[in-house]
C-alpha cells in the first residue's frame, strides 16, 4: 500500500494497493498506525485507478512529474493559448506571527485557496477580468511582499497568534475588498514538532500540513513528504523527536 496524494479540502491520504484508490479520513480524533516504508515515486491516477512507477525519485519522478505552468506565470502566458479569462482576485495571506504573502486565484476560488494554504488571515484586495492582468499586479506586489512562503515557517507559527498591528498595517494599504479570518480547531499551545510520520491521533490539518498527537508529543506532518511512502500496518518504529511537555 502506497501514499499516492492527498486532499485538503476533506482532509484525506490517498493511498494504492492493487491499482485502487482508497481515501484515509483525516477527521479530528482518527487513529492513525502505519509505519512508513521505502519511498519511490508515487506514479499518476487515471481514470480513477492508480498507475504505479517503481523510480527512486519521490514523491514524483521525471516521468510523473506535473508542474503548473499558471504558478510561474508574471502577466506572460506560458500555455499555447490563454484560458484564464474571468475574474481573479489578488490576495494578501497571513501566517502566524507575522509571515504575509500575495496571491492570485480565481475569485470564486478565494476562501478555498486561503484554506488550501492554511492562512490564517487574508484580504481580498483587487479583482481582475482575466489572470494576466492579476498576475502582472501580484508580479509588482512581490517586488516588496513574498509570493512563496515555505511549509517549515509556517509551521514555525503553529499555535501562535497572527501580529495584528502588522497584518492591519499592512492591509490598509489596499483597502481591501474582503477581509478572512481562519480556525483550524488544532487548540495548540505551541509549535508541534515537525516529523514525517503517519502514526497517532489525527487532531486536524491546517492547509497540507496534518497535525498527529502521539504518545505525549505534537506533530506537524507535511503530507507532501508522505506522498511515495509504502505504508506497513503497526505504526512507526522510529525514534521521534519530543517536545519538552512529554517527559512532564
Known amino acids: 500500500m502506497q501514499v499516492v496524494g492527498y486532499d485538503t479540502g476533506t482532509p484525506a491520504l490517498f493511498v494504492s494497493a492493487s491499482g485502487g484508490i482508497d481515501s ?3 477527521d479530528p480524533g482518527t487513529e492513525l498506525d502505519y509505519r512508513l516504508g521505502e519511498r519511490h515515486c508515487a506514479g499518476t491516477i487515471h481514470d480513477d485507478r492508480h498507475v504505479a512507477c517503481d523510480n527512486d525519485r519521490a514523491p514524483y ?7 503548473w505552468v499558471c504558478a510561474k506565470c508574471t502577466g506572460t502566458c506560458l500555455k499555447d493559448e490563454m484560458d484564464c479569462d474571468e475574474d481573479h482576485a489578488v490576495y494578501l495571506a497571513a501566517f502566524a ?3 504575509f504573502k500575495v496571491g492570485v486565484t480565481r475569485e470564486w476560488r478565494l476562501d478555498t485557496r ?3 494554504q492554511g492562512a490564517d488571515r487574508g484580504a481580498h484586495i483587487r479583482t481582475f477580468s482575466d489572470g494576466r492582468v492579476a498576475r502582472e499586479y501580484e508580479a509588482e506586489l512581490a517586488t516588496e511582499i513574498p509570493d512563496r512562503i515555505r511549509v517549515p515557517t509556517k509551521i514555525e507559527g503553529f499555535g501562535r497568534a497572527v501580529d495584528a498591528a ?3 498595517a499592512l492591509v490598509a494599504q489596499f483597502d ?3 477581509t478572512f479570518a481562519f480556525d483550524y480547531g488544532l487548540d495548540l499551545a505551541g509549535s508541534p514538532v515537525a516529523e ?3 502514526t497517532g491521533t489525527v487532531r486536524g490539518v491546517k492547509g497540507r500540513v496534518l497535525v498527529l498527537d502521539h504518545r505525549g508529543t505534537t506533530y506537524a506532518v507535511d503530507m507532501r513528504d508522505l506522498v511515495g511512502h509504502e505504508l506497513g500496518d503497526g505504526g512507526t518504529d522510529r525514534d521521534l523527536q519530543s517536545s519538552l511537555g512529554a517527559f512532564g
Open 166 to 168: 502588522a497584518w492591519d
Open 61 to 67: 519522478c521525471p516521468d510523473h512529474r506535473h508542474t
Open 97 to 99: 506571527p507575522d509571515t
Open 196 to 198: 514525517t510520520v503517519a
Open 24 to 26: 484515509v479520513a483525516l
Open 114 to 116: 486561503l484554506r488550501e
Open 176 to 178: 481591501p475588498i474582503e
